[in-house]
Structure formats: structure tokens, C-alpha cells
């Protein structure tokens, strides 16, 4: 079993940074592809990046490809997401998820475990 723990969300004006920190325990993540969803109130949950098992590959949605980053501390258990120049439509829950196997998909309904999410909000 591993469990996911996300923080780091919080309230920012547009323009802003956060940086998002998703801390496992239980068992190493380091053969566990990640991923990072999003949720907005009445929408799907929807793919916001992902990295390789190794860190070597990560992905990107279009809205977020050049503002967010997404890494990963295999030796500290973690995957992170620094998100900038956030926008109102950032706006959302903010899952951390971990798949068994070295590429991360896109779909949310394949991964094995989640984080219980954490809330990011980005005023005009």
C-alpha cells in the first residue's frame, strides 16, 4: 500500500506561484509512475502532468505545458509541482496519484492510489 499525502495549495492572486508537494510513505514510489489531476467544482477530473518512474520522461497538459513543472525526489519519497504564472482557471483540487507502472497515463481511472487533494484557488 502506498499512501499519498498533498500540500502546498493555498490562495494566490493571477500571475502567482505555488508549489505543490505530494510526500509517500508506506512503500518507495520509485518503481510508481505520478501523476498530478485537477478538479473543479462540476467538471472531471482531469490530467494535469506526470512523470516516469525514472524522472526521465514527464508530461504535460496543453493548458499548463510551460507554467507548470513537474519533478520528483525518489531517495525523499516525493513529486512536486511547481506551478507559475497561475490563472483563475487553475482554480481547483489538486490530486496527487501514483500508478504501477514506469509511464503515467493519462486517464485518472487507471492509477492505484491517491492523496485526499489540495485545494488551489487563484483570484482575478
Known amino acids: 500500500q502506498v499512501q499519498l499525502v498533498e500540500s502546498g495549495g493555498g490562495l494566490v492572486q493571477a500571475g502567482g506561484s505555488l508549489r505543490l508537494s505530494c510526500a509517500a510513505s508506506g512503500r518507495t514510489i520509485s518503481s510508481y509512475a505520478m501523476g498530478w489531476f485537477r478538479q473543479a467544482p462540476g467538471k472531471e477530473r482531469e490530467f494535469v502532468a506526470g512523470?516516469?518512474?525514472?524522472?526521465?520522461?514527464?508530461y504535460y497538459s496543453d493548458p499548463v505545458r510551460g507554467r507548470f513543472t513537474i519533478s520528483r525526489d525518489n531517495a525523499k519519497n516525493t513529486v512536486l509541482l511547481q506551478m507559475n504564472s497561475l490563472k483563475p482557471e487553475d482554480t481547483a483540487v489538486y490530486y496527487c496519484?501514483?500508478?504501477?507502472?514506469?509511464?503515467?497515463?493519462?486517464?485518472?481511472?487507471?492509477?492505484?492510489?491517491w492523496g485526499q487533494g489540495t485545494q488551489v484557488t487563484v483570484s482575478p
Open positions: 496519484a501514483a500508478y504501477t507502472n514506469q509511464l503515467p497515463p493519462r486517464h485518472h481511472s487507471v492509477y492505484d492510489y
Open positions: 512523470i516516469s518512474a525514472t524522472g526521465y520522461s514527464t
